[in-house]
């Protein structure tokens, strides 16, 4: 079990920077994988990068280089740095918890409310 809440989000133009929060609470274990994931309009749910037990991150193509995932050591909160955005990165984002890091987005078993990102000039 796992309570998961998002924020930070907001409007920012090309260029900038957002770092969005997400706090978490329950079973450690339900945290073992932990991630964000994003819904743009027209488009499917996708993950944007995960980090699990071990410290270990993983990164869609599209954000490597730009977006870093972290979190503290006691998993409370989970964070996404965001760097030089794009309008392509326009989306509701998602934090996420599971056991383990599924292959399959709706896998993952408990998910925060939602904070929305917008990138325009």
């Known amino acids: 079990q796992a309570h998961l809440m998002e924020s930070g989000g907001g409007s920012v133009q090309p260029g900038g920077s957002l770092r969005l929060s997400c706090a978490a609470s329950g079973s450690t274990y339900s945290r073992n994988c932990m991630g964000w994931f994003r819904q743009a309009p027209g488009k499917e749910r996708e993950t944007v990068a995960t980090?699990?037990?071990?410290?270990?991150?993983t990164y869609t193509d599209s954000v490597k280089g730009r977006f870093t995932i972290s979190q503290d050591a006691a998993k409370t909160t989970l964070y996404l740095q965001m760097n030089s955005l794009k309008p392509e990165d326009t989306a509701m984002y998602y934090c996420?918890?599971?056991?383990?890091?599924?292959?399959?987005?709706?896998?993952?078993?408990?998910w925060g409310q939602g904070t929305q990102v917008t990138v325009s000039s």
């Open positions: 980090i699990n037990s071990f410290g270990g991150t």
């Open positions: 996420a918890a599971n056991p383990f890091c599924p292959t399959v987005v709706r896998l993952m078993t408990y």
